[in-house]
């Protein structure tokens, strides 16, 4: 056996040489992963359809029923009579950070299916990323009300480690501000 192995490859070598050798065998191990692919895959999706909830074929409507929870979200938020040491603790942040807030954008909106109000700020700043990150995180947390809409980032110069950013925030309220 051993030196029938051993006349066989010598009679491939010789037939096909070192580059035919190798093209066989990269052949087979391109062809026995392109097979496993195939098994990873065909496996995948059978998992993820077994995942999948069961296709509806009727359109349901929500009942009323289901704002329900809405609305006692928005009885658990604090009155819009807040706003204004909201927007205060906002400032002294930003100051605590030594982050200038010049200018800001407001808007006020109601919803008065859900009964409450949001105040939304946009605030154009430029300052370092950990500096802005830091005040974003100390906003959200001393206000668990408050959600982060749009916080984007711009760098003039790719050396420069300043930033400008806008933060938009909207800090929601309950009850519908007339």
């Given at each position: 056996?051993?030196?029938?192995?051993?006349?066989?490859?010598?009679?491939?070598?010789?037939?096909?040489?070192?580059?035919?050798?190798?093209?066989?065998?990269?052949?087979?191990?391109?062809?026995?992963?392109?097979?496993?692919?195939?098994?990873?895959?065909?496996?995948?999706?059978?998992?993820?359809?077994?995942?999948?909830?069961?296709?509806?074929?009727?359109?349901?409507?929500?009942?009323?029923?289901?704002?329900?929870?809405?609305?006692?979200?928005?009885?658990?938020?604090?009155?819009?009579?807040d706003n204004a040491g909201d927007l205060k603790r906002i400032f002294a942040i930003?100051?605590?950070?030594?982050?200038?807030?010049?200018?800001?954008?407001?808007?006020?909106?109601?919803?008065?299916?859900?009964?409450?109000?949001?105040?939304?700020?946009?605030?154009?700043?430029?300052?370092?990323?950990?500096?802005?990150?830091?005040?974003?995180?100390?906003?959200?947390?001393a206000l668990p009300y408050a959600v982060l809409e749009e916080l984007a980032f711009?760098?003039?110069d790719a050396s420069s480690p300043q930033l400008d950013a806008r933060v938009r925030?909207?800090?929601?309220?309950?009850?519908?501000?007339?």
């Open positions: 056996m051993k030196y029938f192995f051993l006349r066989w490859s010598l009679g491939l070598h010789r037939r096909l040489g070192w580059a035919g050798i190798l093209a066989i065998v990269f052949s087979a191990a391109a062809a026995s992963l392109w097979m496993g692919s195939l098994q990873m895959q065909h496996r995948s999706q059978t998992l993820a359809e077994s995942h999948l909830p069961h296709p509806v074929n009727a359109v349901v409507k929500t009942p009323v029923a289901a704002l329900e929870p809405w609305q006692q979200l928005a009885t658990e938020l604090p009155a819009f009579d930003a100051k605590r950070r030594h982050i200038a807030l010049d200018k800001g954008d407001y808007q006020l909106l109601r919803d008065p299916q859900l009964r409450s109000t949001s105040f939304g700020a946009l605030f154009p700043m430029r300052d370092n990323y950990a500096n802005i990150k830091g005040f974003v995180a100390d906003v959200l947390q711009d760098r003039g925030l909207t800090v929601l309220y309950r009850g519908v501000v007339e």
